[in-house]
């Protein structure tokens, strides 16, 4: 990735972005990050989500070589506004039909390599916030276990985060 591009997703720097607008689908770094993968790791910009994916939607959904998304990434990260900004634009970017609720969704569900989702990483980091968003915005949550076998609620439970627990039972 371009040292310039790359230090501009960091910071959500999105005029720069917007510059490498023709590049960002092939700008990734050694372990296939996107711009969108390191401004979820470095930045709390909702803003900049929505710039980046107002030039590439195609990015919302792309995996790095460890099969995380910037969802992943963000929810691991603690950042409540990137994921939020994901979410929205995710919904917001599809086309009006009677399936329109399946692209993002299955963006909530989306397993990395080890089988986790966003939703075991941000209960793994103890983010209520980010619990409580990916689970109001799937109200059918399935809890998917990863290659450990643990689901979200096994990790709340395992690691006494009781308001995490009342959350995802809906109590």
């Known amino acids: 990735m371009d040292p310039q591009l790359y230090k501009a997703a960091q910071s959500g720097d999105s005029d720069v972005i917007r510059r490498c607008a023709d590049q960002l689908d092939s700008q990734l770094t050694p372990n296939q990050n996107t711009v969108l993968h390191i401004l979820a790791q470095f930045c709390d910009s909702s803003y900049a989500v929505e710039q980046i994916l107002g030039i590439n939607h195609s990015l919302l959904c792309k995996q790095n070589a460890k099969g995380n998304t910037a ?19 995710a919904k917001n970017g599809e086309k009006p039909d009677k399936h329109s609720s399946e692209g993002w969704i299955k963006m909530l569900r989306l397993p990395n ?38 689901s979200p609620l096994y990790l709340a439970v395992e690691r006494g985060y009781h308001d995490i627990v009342d959350l995802i039972l809906g109590t």
């Not at 990137?82 to 979410?87: D, E, F, P, Q, S």
């Open 113 to 150: 390599n080890n089988r986790d989702t966003a939703l075991h990483l941000a209960v793994r980091t103890n983010c209520y916030d980010i619990v409580e968003l990916l689970v109001k915005e799937d109200d059918e949550l399935p809890q998917p276990r990863n290659k450990a076998g643990e």
């Open 71 to 89: 969802l992943h990434v963000a929810a691991r990260n603690r950042y409540s506004g990137v994921v939020r900004a994901l979410i929205d634009c």
